[in-house]
């Protein structure tokens, strides 16, 4: 299933099982049922084909065969030919096998989509720029 060996027990959660709410694994988790909310693991998750997370989920790595929805932090994003990952995911690695569906935005690092404080100096003397600058009239009432 994944590489690395595995450190402590497993925990399942069956079909026909949901959770709702803050969830936390303190090892590797094989989910067949429903978890609505927030899900951290320090292991590694899996999502078997029918089982169903939706939330936010924090683990260091995800294999989905069933449905993610919601935003996602891994290290590694596995998509597996019957998975489907709907959301904003923040990995370093993906891979998707063929069937499997991903829908919506992929993220290596925290985005800031801020202006640049920073004006190149041509364009701060560039005297064309402030002929075109109309006056402005202010008025208190």
Do not use: W, Y
């Not at 995911?89 to 985005?111: A, K, L, P, T, Y």
């Not at 202006?115 to 064309?128: G, L």
């Amino acid at each position: 299933m994944f590489r690395k060996k595995r450190s402590g027990g497993l925990t399942f959660i069956a079909q026909g099982t949901q959770f709702t709410g803050e969830t936390e694994f303190a090892a590797e988790a094989l989910i067949a049922g429903e978890i609505f909310g927030k899900v951290r693991s320090s292991g590694n998750i899996t999502i078997e084909q029918g089982g169903l997370v939706d939330g936010k989920l924090h683990c260091s790595e995800l294999r989905v065969s069933g449905t993610f929805r919601g935003k996602l932090t891994c290290e590694k994003l596995n998509i597996t030919s019957t998975g489907l990952v709907d959301g904003e995911v923040n990995c370093q690695s993906m891979e998707i096998f063929e069937g499997g569906q991903f829908i919506g935005m992929r993220v290596r690092d925290d985005i800031a989509f801020l202006p640049s404080k920073s004006t190149p100096k041509q364009e701060q003397n560039n005297p064309s720029q402030e002929d075109n600058i109309e006056d402005a009239e202010l008025s208190i009432s």
